[in-house]
């Protein structure tokens, strides 16, 4: 079973950015599809990006494109988030999921495993 373990979170200037890495371990890191969600205070956990297994397929939650991108390297068994951009409505719990194929990007229920969070937090 892998294991996933973030980091980079921290606290951050409105307009200001951030990369978040995640390092799964155990099976092979390139087999699984990886997202980032977030869930904000109060509110429920919400997508934010996915990439398959190469790298080349991503998808992004509309609050989020242009400003975030998501992107792994098979060889370092780190995917990341870059955050540009940041506004204060960004300030949540990141999470890093892990799914095999077969899943769809952007749908919570289809990821296995999941880290434990990074905080993140934007002031205005």
């Known amino acids: 079973q892998v294991q996933l373990v973030e980091s980079g979170g921290g606290l951050v200037q409105a307009g200001g950015s951030l990369r978040l890495s995640c390092a799964p371990s155990?099976?092979?890191?390139?087999?699984?599809?990886m997202g980032w969600f977030r869930q904000p205070p109060g509110k429920e956990r919400e997508f934010v990006a996915g990439v398959g297994r190469t790298g080349v397929f991503k998808v992004y939650a509309d609050s989020v494109k242009g400003r975030f991108t998501i992107s792994r390297d098979n060889a370092k068994n780190t995917v990341y988030l870059q955050m540009n951009s940041l506004k204060a409505e960004d300030t949540a719990v990141y999470y890093c999921?892990?799914?095999?194929?077969?899943?769809?990007?952007?749908?919570?229920?289809?990821?296995?495993?999941w880290g434990q969070g990074t905080q993140v937090t934007v002031s205005s």
């Open positions: 155990g099976r092979t890191f390139s087999n699984y599809l």
């Open positions: 999921a892990a799914q095999e194929a077969g899943g769809r990007l952007e749908v919570m229920r289809d990821y296995k495993v």
